[in-house]
């Protein structure tokens, strides 16, 4: 089942006077359960790309349809409440509110979407347990370490049940082994309940994890290879 | 809904000094601001209580007086007309003046002063001018009488500074006493005094033919107890008027410029002395309450009979609420002038706690969070900032205020005797009127409104990638 | 170079400065203009009082005052006016008769106090007939001329040409009577005084009264300069020693008071600005100081010693407070020198002003020195508010600064 379709994406933004086609007609396609990771160096649209595909950024020309919607021209109302049901995030750091513990950041979003307490409460503890959090619950993200806080924000991303999660350089601030506990985890997840996950990275670790990766330069695909 | 005053409040302590400190500036705005407004209220109520004890609360008057103000101006003092007044709505006195000039004389001291004639019981549930009547005067005469008992050096040289000093009661007596002298030299001293100093001063009584001078203008005139004041003046129609009258007792007023040319009389010897027969020049009237006296005169209005009319205090002295209003202007300008620096102060606050958090506001709206939730958590952060300081500030300047109207602070040097040259006690007054406090908190909550329009915008123009990134 | 980069400093957040910066300027501005206000209300009715009402220096019997006694006169007044015409700091005197009496029109009376005055020598020592707003200043009455106040006219019904009786005990303690006729009406800005006071011919009350020749009760002085008061009081002082010599402070002890209590209220009003000034600072540069711990910790380390660190702060800090400061001196300056010019009308309140003896135009003025003092003023608040943000950044060890944690 294709979860994400995108068609013939273009992005062009003003460079200080000079027309910058950061991407530059890619046209990709994800489905159900892939474990993809999306490289590239510094400047190759990459993040440009991986914006638009999570409603963060609009293109100039093509289609992002997700899960039959085309996400590159809703209003900015439309497209919050699409992110909120749709996607999960995991940045690279801040991820968390830092006035609320954990189980109130993974919480956050299901009051967003608004949902009864007992659910909250349910799906809370399941996924807190999924990372192996539980124990953390009432801990608030400065009395977390980074693997932690990072495990938190896996947690959250997968609160709303998304269609996909998006994890923008999701290791790079963490040591050789909390990032192998997040991946482990994450791959875990993707493994047992079928969630997509799509990274952005540098990191070899994950790219090594990775099922499928996509290779963009100078805003084009230039490789796509599955393992 | 109780989830986004949950994060506003917690977010309120990440920077715990931050907050403390705006939350003390709202406070201290708070308060300086109520103090401030409570002092010009305890002046002001002061000044209208010493007028509205001399001339009522409304008057009622024949309607030519106003512009001309004789005599023959003046109106039937009749029981139907007091009754007809007493059964008006509030109104809690009705007592007759008869006010006209005369010139005093001593033998060789004369002064033009003005008489009023007043009804010894009535007059004194009005104003208790009885309570003001001097009872001990502190002459250089009582003073050798006391030095020939040889209290000591001390307490002579110490007594030397009351010299000239009159007291109308106990009380004021012991209290000045206490003042001046230590524990040990008080009890003497004070029986000194009241041995020597007491001054036989004493209210009317019905028809009574004496007179009760200012203190001031007895001076001036050089009059004792007892001694003969002579009144000459023009009557009813151009009637000639004249008169001994022995001096009962002298009082203090309010004013001092009334002190100084001021002459009671009783009122049955006063409409004698200008032939009025049974005519006033004005019935001062007393309402229960000082807020009601508009409904009083309204309900007056109504029922007076043609020819005569009824005047509130505030139309009979404009120079007095002319004054008050200026004044209360110059109070807004200033109090303006602490409010905005405050509202700056919390806007700083505001914009700073905004400035840190772009990133975290960038992430929100990202995971889902719609710009309006948003924003209500940050209105509820501006108004609990907002709050905190005035809450608090309310707290503590009710109590405070109302502690210091009961017990004002009394005030020392040149600053004192200019104030009892005005007729005041030399203390600092203050009020405890509501109208202090409720304006308080609301000019707080329309500042946060009005600061709060740049969080919202701020928040409005939000690009999520900038934010995150940036 | 301390300097240049605390002041460097300070625009590194633009808005969060300039937002600080304008709290200041405004505290200063308003600050300024009530303290420039109130000035020039005490300096207006200085004025009135020293040109209209009760002149600068007065002489009298040295019994006079105490009852108004009209048989305290001044004996030898040829022997005062010699010395007087010696002194160059006296630019005019004029001698006076005053009776306290009974004013009466048809309808009312009312207490007065009655001075007679020679119109030719009296202008040049008082204003009083530039205030005549109705008939004029002794002229157009051929027998026994009054000038009366506008309040006293309203009080008594009286217009140019009423007749007016005045009561009076003459020097031989009869009683008597003199009729007077309106010749001008004057207003001055002080009610109390128009209320009370009517003016009359010296001649023809000298008349009246049977008051010796050669006899007055008061003789008011002009001199070319306030300042000179004290040193012309004490000349005087020494050599007319059987009579009181007063200055205008002592004739009329409010004034005095007032014009030295303006001072201290001030003080208190800039104290409470300047104290909510003060916490919004700290404010500020506390923030200034958590957002640049990495910098610190920095500077710190590649040797910047904690007297240099303290300096910078305190510059910022007090170049932050000075710059707001000054820009709230400079619109003050401005505005306070345009109602200078033009007045600020409060005529709204004009009844209440007047009765108190001010006038409802207030001209705002204010001395440089006062201006010095909120400079010095802003300074230390400044100075003592860095206290506390350097206090957190010595606290800081470069290590830990350095250290990149969430």
Known sequence: MRVIEIKNLHKVYDGAGVPVHAVNGIDLSFEQGEFAAIVGPSGSGKTTLLNMVGGLDQPTEGEIIVD???????????????????????????????????????????????????????????????????????????????????????????????????????????????????????????????????????????????????????????????? | MKDIVKIAWRNLWRNKTRTVITAVVVFIGVILAAVMSSQQYGIYDTMIDNVIGFSGNIQVLNEDYWENKTINNSLEYSDSLTSLIGATDHVSLVTPRLESFALASNGDITKGILVAGIDAEKEDELNNYSQKIVRFKITEEVLENIQRENPGKEIIQSLASLKGRSFISDERLEANIEDLFDKKQEEKVLALMKKYSRYPGSKFEKNDNGVILGERLAEYLQLDINDTLVLISQGYHGVSAAGLYPVKGLVKIPSPDLERRLVYMEINTCMEFYSTENRVTSLVVKVDRNSKTMKALEGLKAKLPEGYTAMSWQETQPEMVNMIEGDKAGGYFMKGIFYIIVGFIIFSTIMMMMAERKREFGIMIAVGMQKLRLSLIVFFETLFIGIIGSVFGLLASIPLLSFLKHNPIPLQGDMAKMMEDFGFEAVLYFSNNADIFYWQPLIIFIMVMIIFIFPIYIIRKLKIMNAIRG | MLISIAWKNIWRNRSRSIIIMLAITLGIYGGLFILAFMQGMVKQRLSTALNTEISYIQIHHPEYLENDDFNCYINNVNMVEGLLQDDSLITAYSKRIIVNSMASSAETGTG???????????????????????????????????????????????????????????????????????????????????????????????????LGEGRVHEIALRLN???????????????????????????????????????????????IILLALFFGIINTMLMAILERVKELGMLMAVGMNKLRIFLMIMLETVLLSLTGAVLGIIVGLITIAYFEKAGLDLSLWAEGYEAYGFDAVIYTTIDTNSVIMIVILVLITGLIASIFPSRKALKLKPVEALRTDN
């Open chain 1, 68 to 227: 039959g919607t085309d996400i590159g021209h809703l209003k900015s109302r439309e497209m919050i409440n699409f992110r909120l049901n749709n996607i999960g995030f995991v940045f690279q750091a801040y991820n968390l509110i830092p006035v609320l513990t954990a189980k109130e950041n993974v919480e956050f979003i299901m009051h967003l979407q608004g949902r009864s307490k007992h659910d909250r409460n349910q799906r809370t503890k399941e996924l807190l347990a999924a990372v192996g959090l539980d124990d953390r619950m009432n801990s608030r993200p400065n009395k977390l370490s980074g693997g932690q806080q990072q495990r938190v924000a896996v947690a959250r991303a997968l609160a709303s049940k998304p269609k996909f999660v998006l994890a923008d350089e999701p290791t790079a601030n963490l040591d050789t082994k909390s990032t192998e506990n997040l991946l482990d985890i994450m791959e875990k997840l993707n493994k047992d309940e079928n969630i997509t996950f799509i990274f952005s990275t540098h990191d070899a670790r994950v790219v090594a994890k990775a099922r499928r990766v996509i290779t963009i330069e100078d805003g084009k695909v230039v490789s796509d290879k599955i393992k």
């Open chain 3, 112 to 210: 007065v106090k009655v001075t007679g005055v020679d119109p030719e020598t009296e202008i040049t020592v008082t204003n009083l007939h530039e205030k005549v707003v109705d008939g004029a200043y002794f002229e157009g009455v051929k027998r026994n001329p009054a000038v009366v106040g506008q309040k006293l006219a309203e009080k008594m019904n009286l217009k140019v040409r009423s007749k007016i009786v005045i009561q009076f005990q003459d020097a031989n303690g009869e009683l008597t009577a003199g009729a007077f006729r309106v010749a001008g009406i004057y207003k001055t800005t002080n009610t109390a005084f128009d209320e009370f006071n009517v003016f009359v011919d010296i001649d023809d009350l000298r008349r009246l009264t049977s």
């Open chain 3, 225 to 271: 300069k306030i300042e000179n008061v004290p040193e012309v009081r004490t000349n005087l002082g020494d050599r007319l020693e059987d009579m009181e010599v007063l200055t205008w402070k002592e004739r009329d002890m409010m004034l005095g008071w007032m014009s030295e209590s303006m001072n201290q209220y001030m003080y208190v009003i800039m104290f």
